[in-house]
């Protein structure tokens, strides 16, 4: 590592070039309510001294993604580096799934329409079609939305009609899974 030290916050153009942050919580220049750098993609980690409600609360509302206690030591110095950007890249992938959503339910509503089959079949399709392809189903959604040609009943017929194993749905070919009833 090799930190940098500020003594007042650097732009946020400036903070994007650092893959972490480490921000004190009770610095009044930097923890003040007109500094926000929520917004930016980084782990945060906040160096809290003092259980002040505002200084919490501000740290908070940076959307920091772990914190050290006053006075730093080196022990559980690289563990909260750690749990900081796993914290972070939850979060970022979370975010990122959330977004890709939208992306699914558009996906469905076109093959509704232009397949003209049900909500569970449109997502059936949309879910084997991205286990097949080994891709995410916000991925297959973005793929199917960008080329109409990919959403035509021929290219789709195998997702549609393929079922997960034991379902107890028609199979691969279609043929009939019947369910095992038990003797009395």
Request: proline letters at 6%; a positive charge.
């Amino acid at each position: 590592m090799a930190p940098t030290f500020h003594e007042a916050l650097p732009s946020s153009d400036a903070l994007l070039s650092f893959d972490l942050l480490v921000i004190d919580a009770d610095n009044g220049t930097v923890a003040a309510p007109r500094y926000a750098i929520a917004e930016i993609a980084r782990p945060k980690i906040a160096l809290v001294g003092s259980e002040a409600p505002s200084r919490l609360q501000w740290a908070l509302s940076q959307e920091v993604t772990a914190h050290l206690q006053k006075p730093i030591r080196s022990q559980g110095l690289f563990s909260t580096i750690v749990f900081a950007r796993e914290r972070h890249a939850q979060l970022v992938g979370a975010e990122s799934r959330a977004q890709g959503r939208r992306f699914v339910v558009s996906a469905q509503i076109a093959l509704i329409r232009e397949l003209a089959i049900d909500e569970a079949s449109s997502f059936r399709c949309l879910r084997n079609l991205a286990m097949n392809t080994h891709k995410t189903i916000e991925q297959v959604s973005v793929e199917l939305l960008a080329d109409p040609e990919l959403r035509t009943r021929p290219r789709l017929q195998a997702h549609l009609d393929f079922q997960a194993p034991g379902d107890g749905r028609s199979g691969p070919s279609g043929s009939a899974v019947a369910p095992l009833r038990a003797r009395r």
